[in-house]
Each structure stands twice: as C-alpha cells, then as structure tokens.
C-alpha cells in the first residue's frame, strides 16, 4: 500500500508520540550494550504502521527499517569477529570470541558480552598459537571491532530513526 497526503487524524497523532518516544530512546540508548536500540526503532514503527495500515508509513520504509534493524543489530557479534581478523586471529580466535561473548553475556550481565567476548577470543587465540602475544591483538581486536559496533548501532538506530520521520513527511508535508 502506498502512504497518503492527507493530514494526520487524531488516532494517528496519539499513536505516533509514543512511538517517537520509543524511537528516540532507543536511539540514545543503542550505545548501551544491554539496550537493542535498532530493534526497539523498528519495533515502534511496526506497531505504528500496523495501526495505522501502512496509510502514514508504507511497506517500503518498513522493508527498509527491517533489513537496518537486522544489520543494526547484529554489528557487535560480527564487528567484533571482523576485529580480531583484522588483527591476524584465526577462527578458533573468532570462535573463542563469540561463544565467550555468550557466556559472558549470560554470567555478567550487562557488562559481560565485551568481558566475554575478550576473554574467549584471548583464550581460543592463545591455546591455537601458543603466542601471547598474537593472542592480545586479537583479544584487542575484538575490542575495537565490538566498540565500533556499538557506535554502528547507534548510527543505525540514528539512521532508521530519520527514515521513519522523513516517510512520515513525505506522507504529510503538513506536519
């Protein structure tokens, strides 16, 4: 279904503060290791889409926040496995990396994906080189690559944020 230009009915507006408020929270809050920002941005513009028919925001901007709140949320896991590669760690390095960063997650939380994520890699890298050395750049890479993804989903969260807006303008330039 396509968005109209009609002006926005009361419903609609009532709807659409909470769900601006949901958006920019978890916008703020996509920087927080323990707040999904992307998929609380996509879920407010589901359930205002699905309550309005898709007549304010179409099918197309929430095809588009869908596939930004996969890649959104998912940035941690694979930037912080694209991190130790980077800094010449093996598989088992990246292995090590993501199952310690689910343990860790499920023993210190909230913290403890970064803990966990570090430590696995360092662990893995060290049993599979027998270097300490090799073993801190990739524990460090891993690091870098999960901080870098917090700040990604933070820019997408930021990102799919403004494509709700903008769809919203584009349906009522009145607003």
């Known amino acids: 279904m396509l968005a109209t230009t009609t002006p926005l009915g ?89 199952l310690g960063m689910l343990v860790g997650t499920v023993i210190f939380f909230p913290i403890g994906a970064i803990v966990g994520a570090v430590a696995g890699t360092l662990s893995a890298e060290f049993v599979h080189t027998r270097n300490g050395k090799q073993a801190v750049a990739a524990g460090s890479g891993t690091l870098i690559g999960y901080l870098l993804g917090v700040v990604a989903e933070g820019v997408i969260a930021l990102a799919m944020t403004i494509i709700f807006v903008i769809s919203l303008l584009l349906a009522h330039p009145a607003i």
């Open 10 to 98: 009361t419903m609609e507006t009532l709807l659409l503060v909470p769900a601006l408020i949901v958006m920019i929270f978890g916008t703020i809050a996509a920087v927080l290791p323990v707040v999904p920002g992307p998929a609380l941005v996509w879920f407010a513009a589901i359930i205002y889409a699905l309550a309005t028919n898709f007549r304010v925001v179409g099918v197309i901007p929430i095809v588009i926040l869908t596939l930004l709140m996969i890649l959104g949320s998912t940035t941690n896991l694979w930037m912080a496995a694209l991190g130790v590669k980077v800094t010449g760690g093996s598989f088992w390095g990246v292995l090590g990396g993501m």
